[in-house]
């Protein structure tokens, strides 16, 4: 071979850039010949000393500005680079979706931040926070609910759009001559309005709630709760004013912000003191430290909503039922991640109805004029053999895939930085991906993603462009805080924008809920998707996460918008409502639908609807087209199950039944209500009773029927609805004789009313629950049913097993 | 409860800009010939980084980052019309007059006429010899971001290494 001296490749040789191949041939020909041996060394010498110089060479960068700029930039994460210069040498980001100008100069924050507050005399003033710029990087701004601060002098922010009645949150910078500037403030509350709707919402609960401190670009920090309830801020924030979000758990909606400045700080406690009273719930302030009462169980945000179960109710004062059928399942999913993680899930999130249709059953499909068939089936009551059970069972049409009208969705994501980690936006990403090889041609896609600021990720693509649509899904990264406003109003424009004409229009929220920044009050961020609702785009809500999970907010987003909510924990079940149940997910057949069960006097004394305790109306809703209810899917089944006394039992009937916290419809003397003539004049009216009259019982009451079950359903794109009426006569059935749905639907709503504690359970057992379950599984060709024999067994293996009853 | 990391943009923009801000300008003013350039095109530079996924960047990021760093700074000295080729000293003196004054009496003083005979190599070879001894690149990379081949480079910092042997040699004579 014979390398020479001046070989370009002894030089390469010598410094390691060959293959190791190449670098042993070499090897073994330079230890065998001084003089290469020299060469070689001479290379490595001539090559140290050139590092040596070169590393020692005059070192530039870039200055300060140039890289707080870039910084600045950065956190507005890879989704909207978005900085603008405004004259006068004042940089603002703005937290919207605008092109950058091109060639904008980039400025630096210098760390100013601004907030409105309302401190304990009432007034509201503006307190601007000056922090030296060394700490400009920590930031910190709060909005808090409904607050919005534009600059005034900014005449290039003047076209920002107003985003939700909120608006838009900014960070801004100042020169160093301190420039003053004008902060306009956009929607307001007044401090009395916030208070009363704080308390409306909230009962005082000692030790709920987790402190969230703010720092940078609202971006949350958890703090860390000790046992004893004390919450200890991280020592880098300590010089800093920092705000507190409150968050408590009930109802699942951000409480106050409040300026929080740890440390020796006078001022600080005595504002968090401040925020004491008005709250009602922080105790005490120690240096560095807060401290919340003790008390707290998990410290989780997770928020669920607290049930109230419905109660026994007698025909003589309610003879109607009246409810709004649901299709969520997230409870479900909810309950058996939390089993599968080893605890039991909080009364509160076990909704039995979302339990019962997670699963489905075998009812035959419509047939008639409908686009849902009816099936009542009734049986003995397996934790009450006095009881019955009636069992109503809605199957709506199924659609083939190639049926599908075609689809506009748009997928609204949420990438804040609580969506870090595997089951959070990794998992969105997957769900979405199956969902998209679902669709065809003749469907589009468009991705809307919002964190701090929300922006159009990948404008409608036609569903044949796969790649386009999961190269978008796979740049997404979470990071930031959460503006849920912002999110929702841009992915609904951009549905309409794309609106099909008899098409399927759907927005998919997916997301964990934890909104906090812009509009964070729950009943602002319901109160938008009301309004949205009316576009005629429909919803979908998926929930992911666990330990921020909102479900109380997600449900209510779900059933305000016209939608469904599923909680997606795994990839199968994603699967399972993305791809399996794509047609139900995705395609409304009916809309605004609404039960109604009348009960015959003759044959039963009182019942109890098993779950559906959020979903109650009135009985004049009934008749009213004006009043939002629940939608059905293709292919969906929704099952309510009734507890039934028959005449002649005794049953225990709660003295104060209209008690507070339980939402029965306020009925009036049933005289009262067959008198009405149920015409429907400007306002709804009740129906007529059929069982009963003015005098008393009805001569059709004699005729046996058990019940009169009255559906109102409208069309997705309608607004006059179409009843049903469907009268059931009980046919004595043994739980024997009952059909494999019947009992597997049983078993859950049995679980259901042991994982809640209900006083209705008598002498349920999981054993009980799992024995009955098991004369339900059927095929099971999904594996669902078994799954969830298994969870039974799951939950009675935990210490505890049987919380107290009600 | 869950543990919140920074957020991925920021933190990790950071980092980028610790470990690279400084080599890329310096490298960059090079090809500038002017710092203040230089110090514009190392901010479009990370800018346009920031737009970029990290995933997707990370394994591959010096290298992403000079070759960015490179096309902007050659587009620049189009457009700023300086053609010229590099005198001796002359590039050195620029960037050096702006830069640390500190840096530069050390740099003067401790150079072993290795950086002055440097400044006379042909710019390509120069290029490449910082790439790689200043920047740490592998000629893989080199030749990536200067779009020549690996055979290439090799070939220029042999020849710059024996040139500067050669040269520095003759001098201590």
């Not at chain 1, 008639?368 to 006095?386: I, M, R, T, Y």
């Not at chain 1, 009268?727 to 009952?738: Q, W």
Request: proline residues 5%; aromatic residues 6%.
């Amino acid at each position: 071979m014979g390398i020479e001296k001046n070989d370009p490749k002894l030089t390469a040789f010598a410094l390691g850039e060959l293959d190791e191949t190449e670098q042993a041939a070499i090897q073994t020909e330079v230890e065998r010949s001084p003089a290469l041996r020299q060469a070689v060394d001479e290379i490595r010498e001539t090559a140290g000393l050139l590092t040596k110089e070169l590393q020692g060479e005059a070192r530039i960068g870039l200055s300060k500005d140039q890289r707080q700029a870039i910084e600045a930039t950065a956190v507005g994460a890879a989704l909207l680079p978005m900085t603008l210069r405004a004259e006068g040498g004042l940089g603002c980001r703005l937290m919207e979706s605008e092109p950058r100008p091109q060639g904008s100069d980039l400025h630096t924050p210098q760390g100013i931040g601004t907030t409105t507050k309302t401190n304990s005399t009432g007034s509201r003033r503006l307190r601007r926070y000056w922090i030296p710029a060394s700490l400009a990087a920590s930031v910190v701004v709060i909005v808090g609910a409904g607050y919005s601060l534009i600059p005034r002098t900014f005449s290039s922010l003047s076209r920002a759009r107003e985003l939700g009645p909120s608006g838009d949150r900014l960070v801004c910078a100042e020169n160093a001559k301190g420039i003053n500037r004008d902060i306009e403030r956009t929607a307001l509350l007044s401090e009395e309005s916030n208070r009363a709707e704080y308390k409306r919402r909230m009962a005082p609960t000692p030790g709920d709630g987790t402190v969230v401190a703010k720092e940078g670009e609202g971006r949350g920090v958890d703090l860390n709760f000790t046992g004893g309830g004390l919450a200890t801020l991280p020592p880098a924030l300590y010089s800093h004013n920092v705000f507190l979000s409150l968050d408590p758990r009930e109802n699942g909606s951000n409480g106050y912000q409040v300026p929080f400045a740890p440390g020796p700080n006078e001022a600080g406690a005595q504002r968090l003191a401040g925020a004491r009273s008005t709250l009602g719930w922080v105790d005490s302030v120690e240096a560095g430290r807060l401290r919340m009462p003790p008390d707290g169980d998990a410290f989780s945000t997770e928020a669920f909503d607290a049930i109230v179960e419905s109660p026994f109710l007698a025909i003589a004062q309610h003879p109607l039922s009246t409810f709004s059928i649901d299709v969520d399942t997230a409870s479900y999913s909810i309950i058996r991640r939390i089993l599968n993680e080893g605890a039991l899930p909080p009364p509160g999130a076990v909704r039995i109805e979302e339990m019962v249709n997670y699963f489905t059953y075998d009812y035959p499909q419509p047939m008639g004029d409908h686009p849902f068939s009816v099936n009542v089936e009734v049986a003995d009551c397996p934790w009450n053999g006095d009881h019955r059970l009636a069992r109503i069972g809605i199957k709506g049409m199924e659609f083939a895939p190639d049926e599908r009208p075609p689809a506009n969705l748009v997928f609204l994501i949420d990438v804040s930085g609580s969506m870090q980690g595997p089951t959070r936006l990794p998992l969105v990403k997957e769900s979405l991906k199956m969902l998209t090889g679902e669709l065809s041609k003749d469907d589009s896609v468009a991705m809307v993603v919002y964190a701090g600021a929300s922006g159009l990720v990948l404008p409608a693509t036609s569903g044949h462009h796969k790649q386009a649509i999961l190269a978008a899904l796979d740049q997404l990264q979470a990071g930031g805080s959460t503006n849920g406003g912002a999110g929702i109003q841009l992915a609904y424009d951009t549905a309409a924008a794309n609106f099909i004409e008899g098409g399927i229009n759907r927005v998919i929220l997916a997301t964990d809920g934890d909104f906090n920044v812009g509009i964070v009050s729950q009943s602002d961020l319901i109160g938008l998707i009301e309004e949205k609702a009316r576009s005629g785009v429909f919803l979908s809500v998926l929930g992911y996460g666990m330990g921020n999970l909102q479900d109380s907010t997600l449900e209510k987003l779900a059933d305000k918008g016209n939608g469904n909510y599923a909680y997606i924990d795994s990839l199968d079940e994603a699967g399972k409502v993305l791809v399996d149940q794509i047609g139900g997910t995705l395609m409304t057949i009916a809309k605004d639908v609404k039960i109604q069960v009348e009960f015959n006097p003759a044959q039963v004394v009182a019942y109890r609807l098993v779950g559906y305790e959020n979903r109650m109306l009135r009985a004049r809703d009934f008749n009213d087209d004006t009043k939002d209810a629940g939608e059905i899917g293709a292919g969906h089944t929704v099952t309510a199950l009734y507890e039934i006394v028959p005449v002649g039992v005794e049953v225990e009937l709660p003295e104060d039944i209209d008690a507070e916290g339980v939402d029965v419809p306020v009925e009036v003397d049933p005289n009262a209500i067959a008198a009405a003539d149920g015409v429907d004049d400007e306002e709804a009216e009740i129906d007529p009773l059929r069982y009963q009259t003015v005098a008393g019982t009805a001569p059709v009451a004699a005729n046996g029927e058990l019940m009169t079950v009255k559906l109102r359903y409208k069309a997705p794109d309608g607004d006059v609805s179409e009843r049903i009426d469907y009268p059931v006569t009980d046919l004595r059935l043994t739980l024997d004789d009952s059909s494999d749905d019947f009992a597997f639907a049983a078993a859950v709503a049995s679980f259901g009313m042991l994982l809640r504690g209900s006083a209705h359970a008598g002498e349920l057992t999981y054993d009980d629950v799992s024995e009955l379950a098991s004369t339900g599984l059927g095929e099971d060709a999904s594996g669902y049913r078994a799954e969830f024999i298994a969870l039974v067994a799951q939950a009675k293996a935990l210490p505890d097993a049987r919380p107290a009853g009600n | 409860m869950n543990d919140e990391r920074p957020a991925t943009g920021r933190g990790w923009i950071a980092e980028v800009l610790d470990q690279y801000e400084g080599p890329l300008t310096r490298y960059a003013a090079r090809l500038t010939l002017n710092v203040e350039s230089a110090r514009d095109v190392v901010q479009e530079t990370f800018l346009r980084l920031c737009g970029e996924d990290p995933t997707k960047v990370n394994g591959n990021l010096p290298q992403w980052l000079f070759t960015v760093c490179r096309n902007r700074a050659l587009d620049v000295r189009r457009k700023e019309g300086r053609m010229e080729a590099v005198t001796t000293g002359q590039a050195e003196v620029r960037a050096a007059s702006e830069a640390d004054p500190a840096a530069v009496a050390e740099h003067r003083e401790g150079a072993a006429g290795a950086m002055r005979v440097l400044s006379t190599l042909p710019e390509k070879q120069q290029e490449v010899i910082r790439l790689r001894f200043q920047n740490g690149l592998s000629y893989k990379q080199i030749a990536a971001i200067t779009t020549l081949s690996v055979s290439n480079v090799g070939f220029l910092i042999h020849t710059a290494i024996r040139t500067l042997r050669e040269q520095l040699a003759s001098r201590r004579l």
